[in-house]
């Protein structure tokens, strides 16, 4: 009532031309979401353009198996204006329990993994005490989201490897979970999810098929590698790769003399051409390696975490710059 007579008399033209003119293009401030750790951040930023603030809690070139928690990083979480939490799950990043539990996160977590094809480990590279058959784990889809206790006991353990993203294929499930997530929570912006997504999903698409065709130009002999921890079973599953990796799947257990004694033989045995450093681990380990086999050293691997600077600062350059290396090193 008040704005009609307060515009009483003003013809319809003029009016119309105040109210568009008063109108903001886009007033809408972009939503504020976290990612456990920078691989995620950077899919996250990639769908969701300028529309949405992320960050990140571990940082390029950090390890994403643990993390050291700032003030910050729980008074984001705390914030009512962050409305998601990505997560990767598998066990990777099951240290976000406790800063859920510290923080009073209101909002969604995301569970970036979900629907993947699970790469299990064999019983070999579990450091398997304890008896897991009774947990009945398979055909599970959620298995973040049920017991959390007595799953987080068995991730500890690795049952499952969490490097899901470095098969592309996988990436792509993990692009489909986040468009879903931005646009439940911003439906305004629904187009603009899903007009990224599947651009982004073409770029993952193409990639594949690159890595594909480079990987079959190295002969099948020497398709055999040495990594620092066990981030490349989905890569080398994917793309037709042999890995060994000397720290297993997570990077906190220290491999012993009788380990490393052990992976020297094989490398001779098998003549594993050469041997790779991560951009989250310490190397001393695998240049004793290539001193005591004779195989080279075949450049940096990103395996949990992007670069901060370079070719792979994002998920894309990150898998270019290792099929490079790779290649490179096995050709
Ligand atoms: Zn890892």
Redesign the pocket.
Known sequence: MKFQAYFKGVPAMVLAGLLGSALPVHAKAPIEVVASFSILADMVKSVGADQVNVVSLVPADG???EVELTPQDVKKMSSPDTKLLFVNGLG?DSWTDRLLASSGFKGKVIVASDGVKVRKLGEASVDDEHEHDDHGHEGHEHPEQENEQEHEHEHDHGEFD??AWQDLANGQVYVRNIAQALTQADPENAALYAGNAQDYIKQMQALDEQVRKSMSEIPVERRKIVTT???FGYFADAYGLEVIAPLG???SAEPSAKDISAIIRQIKEQQIPAVFLEN?KSNKLQDQISKETGAKVGGILY??ALSKTGEADSYLGMMRSNVRVITEALK
Do not use: G, K, M, R
Request: a negative charge; charged letters at 15%.
């Open positions: 390890n994403s198996h990777l969490p490097h921890h066990e981030a799947i997570s990077t989250v395996s949990d």
